[in-house]
């Protein structure tokens, strides 16, 4: 009768401890693959970062009436990040209201 309830306890246990051991194996797979995926994400950032959508030649910044753009240094080709025209286009429209009459 021990022999049976000691072989339930341990039947028991080994389930908890597989279950614990399969939920440390997905979060250690989980993690990995989201240093993976960060990973990459910086690598082709970095193969990216200031090149030419167009040509693919390194590209530098330049301020021009305010406003900062990216600029190829072989096709002179010109870029501006997501929202600076939108920006700048709301700032000017705000400067064109006061010259206009009514």
């Known amino acids: 009768m ?5 072989d339930k306890w341990f ?4 389930k908890h401890l597989v279950e614990a051991a399969r939920l440390a194996r997905e979060k250690r797979a989980a993690e990995r ?3 993976e995926k960060e990973e990459e994400r910086r690598r082709l ?11 693919g030649h390194d590209m530098k910044e330049e301020v021009v009436q305010g406003v900062a753009l ?3 240094t072989f096709c002179e080709g010109i870029y501006c990040d997501a929202g600076e025209l939108e920006a700048e286009f709301l ?3 705000g400067e064109n209201r006061g ?4």
């Open 2 to 6: 021990d022999r049976t309830r000691e």
């Open 11 to 14: 039947l028991e246990n080994e």
């Open 33 to 35: 693959a989201a240093r």
């Open 45 to 55: 950032r970095d193969l990216h970062f200031m090149k030419c959508p167009k040509c």
């Open 70 to 72: 990216d600029r190829c």
């Open 91 to 93: 700032r000017r429209s």
């Open 99 to 102: 010259f206009r009459a009514s």
